[in-house]
């Protein structure tokens, strides 16, 4: 079974910038990938995902600010966060799209102070 592994979290002031890496086991290639997140208290919620031929889709409240990208070759998919807000802080996680039981990992971490 394929592992998904986030990195790249951390803590950043309102207004900067964070990229997250999302690293597969395995082959990625052909498969919609998505970036999700859960804050405190909250359900864990679609941020954006990119299709297998690289279109990409975003949450309402990040479009413009958050921007998809992937390299099958790296078994990598990527998020660039901009423009970075407090209520952006959640754990970040990635997973096939739709999201598929089983394969959640362990997420990254994303504090924003203000």
């Known amino acids: 079974q394929v592992q998904l592994v986030e990195s790249g979290g951390g803590l950043v002031q309102a207004g900067g910038s964070l990229r997250l890496s999302c690293v597969a086991s395995g082959n990625i290639n052909g498969y919609n990938m998505g970036w999700y997140r859960q804050a405190p208290g909250e359900q864990r919620e679609l941020v954006g995902f990119?299709?297998?031929?690289?279109?990409?889709n975003y949450a309402d409240s990040v479009k413009g600010r958050f921007t998809i990208s992937r390299d099958n070759t790296k078994r990598t998919v990527w998020l660039h966060m901009n423009s970075l807000k407090p209520e952006d802080a959640a754990v970040y996680y990635c997973?096939?799209?739709?999201?598929?039981?089983?394969?959640w990992g362990q997420g990254t971490q994303v504090t924003v102070s203000s």
């Open positions: 997973n096939y799209y739709p999201s598929q039981p089983g394969y």
């Open positions: 990119i299709t297998s031929g690289g279109r990409t």
